[in-house]
């Protein structure tokens, strides 16, 4: 019996390789696509959790007009953007490099010297501080001691120190204003583009800078002070508006758009906080009332802007006064005020005066 059973289990695999053909074509049929797609997202996982953040958020794309967030911005200023600036700032400092170097040349091989005149008058006011001299002894020196004081390095250095002084603030002058625009806002590599337009590749800058015109002082001085105050910062802008004027006198001029600044910030918080503040200034508007117009322009702000400033301006005056005496007030600010050089002004007229009087 037992080799009985064993012939046919053995004879069992015969017979079903024996079956008929329709037996092997009979397949299980295909799954419906719905169920395809549901076993694909059930049983389909990424290999961790970040990498299926960062699929998700691939995928999802802000629609074209949709403004991007603050954090953004400033995220990409950080990266990108900065290192531009930095080349920017590298190149525009090769260029003025160079041509201060070019002007050594110049100065020594042809007539028509590179340098500019004030710079030979800044270099002998300074060698006649480091005399114990008073610097108007130099004819022509109509600016303040402060400026023949930073330039003394030109006769301890080397001439060309003040010209390299005078580079620096140029481009920091460009970092000043690169701030500025980011502060309101502009794109880093929009307000990367205009400084580099504007200021760092503008050949009057670079010219002005490495001749050796104090021009470029003053300038970041005011810029140091706009930017300032549109962060906020009243006092320390005051301060950088106090040395420009000392500096140079018509940095005056800027006092009034500075104040009606310093105004208009604090009218528009008024009316931020109270609805009915349009009602008044309304009124008051219409009444052109002098006194209340007093009242209105003494706020906070514009007070401590005034007073640090002019504290500036006077302790810098008093005491180059006790230094040089009634010279320096002559020399520095008063002859600005009745001098009649038709060279030395920004009238439309002074090319046909300066070839009449020539």
């Given at each position: 019996?037992?080799?009985?059973?064993?012939?046919a289990?053995r004879?069992?695999?015969?017979?079903?390789?024996?079956a008929?053909?329709?037996?092997?074509?009979?397949?299980?049929?295909?799954?419906?696509?719905?169920r395809?797609l549901?076993?694909?997202?059930?049983?389909?996982?990424?290999?961790?959790?970040?990498?299926?953040?960062?699929?998700?958020?691939?995928?999802?794309?802000?629609?074209?007009?949709?403004a991007?967030p603050?954090?953004?911005t400033?995220?990409?200023?950080?990266?990108g953007?900065g290192?531009?600036?930095?080349?920017?700032?590298?190149?525009?400092?090769?260029?003025?490099?160079?041509?201060?170097?070019?002007g050594?040349?110049?100065d020594?091989?042809?007539?028509?010297?590179y340098?500019d005149?004030?710079?030979?008058v800044?270099?002998?006011?300074?060698r006649?501080?480091?005399?114990?001299?008073?610097?108007y002894?130099?004819?022509?020196y109509?600016?303040?001691?402060?400026?023949?004081?930073?330039?003394?390095?030109?006769?301890?250095?080397?001439?060309a120190?003040?010209k390299?002084?005078?580079?620096?603030?140029?481009?920091?002058?460009?970092?000043?204003a690169?701030?500025?625009l980011?502060?309101?806002g502009?794109?880093a590599?929009?307000?990367?583009?205009?400084?580099?337009?504007?200021?760092?590749f503008?050949p009057?800058?670079?010219?002005v800078?490495?001749?050796?015109?104090?021009e470029?002082?003053?300038?970041?001085?005011?810029?140091?002070?706009?930017?300032?105050?549109?962060?906020?910062?009243v006092?320390?802008a005051?301060v950088?508006?106090g040395?420009?004027?000392?500096?140079k006198?018509?940095?005056?001029t800027?006092?009034l758009?500075?104040a009606l600044h310093?105004?208009?910030?604090?009218?528009?918080?008024?009316?931020?906080?109270?609805?009915?503040?349009?009602?008044?200034?309304?009124?008051?508007?219409?009444?052109?009332?002098?006194r209340?117009?007093v009242?209105?322009?003494?706020?906070?702000?514009l007070?401590?802007?005034?007073?640090?400033?002019?504290?500036v301006?006077?302790?810098?005056?008093?005491?180059?006064?006790?230094?040089?005496?009634?010279e320096?007030?002559?020399?520095?600010y008063?002859?600005?005020?009745?001098r009649?050089?038709?060279?030395?002004?920004?009238s439309?007229?002074?090319?046909?005066?300066?070839?009449?009087?020539?």
């Open positions: 019996m037992l080799r009985g059973s064993r012939q289990a004879s069992q695999p015969s017979a079903a390789a024996a008929p053909p329709q037996a092997e074509r009979a397949r299980p049929a295909p799954p419906r696509p719905g395809r549901q076993l694909h997202t059930t049983h389909a996982r990424p290999p961790n959790g970040r990498q299926a953040t960062a699929g998700a958020a691939s995928c999802r794309r802000a629609p074209a007009g949709a991007r603050p954090s953004a400033m995220a990409e200023g950080r990266r953007p290192l531009g600036l930095g080349a920017a700032l590298s190149a525009a400092l090769l260029w003025r490099l160079g041509l201060v170097l070019y050594l040349y110049q020594g091989a042809m007539r028509l010297r340098t005149v004030d710079y030979r800044f270099t002998d006011a300074a006649l501080v480091t005399q114990g001299r008073s610097p002894g130099r004819a022509t109509r600016y303040t001691p402060l400026l023949a004081w930073l330039l003394t390095p030109n006769v301890y250095l080397a001439e120190f003040g390299l002084l005078f580079v620096a603030g140029d481009l920091a002058a460009a970092g000043v690169y701030r500025a980011r502060g309101r502009v794109p590599g929009q307000a990367c583009g205009c400084c580099a337009a504007a200021w760092l503008n009057l800058p670079m010219a800078s490495s001749r050796g015109n104090a470029a002082l003053v300038a970041l001085l005011v810029l140091a002070a706009l930017q300032l105050l549109q962060e906020g910062s006092g320390k005051a950088c508006y040395l420009a004027v000392h500096l006198i018509y940095p005056l800027y006092a758009p500075i310093l105004m208009g910030r604090r009218r528009g918080g008024e009316k931020a906080a109270a609805g009915a503040g349009s009602d008044k200034l309304a009124k008051f508007m219409t009444m052109g009332c002098l209340q117009l009242v209105k322009m003494l706020n906070r702000d007070l401590l802007f005034g007073t640090v400033a002019g504290a301006l006077a302790a810098l005056t008093m005491a180059f006064y006790r230094l040089y005496g009634w320096f007030l002559e020399h520095a008063l002859y600005h005020l009745t009649r050089d038709i060279r030395h002004n920004f439309p007229y002074f090319y046909m005066l300066t070839a009449v009087a020539l």
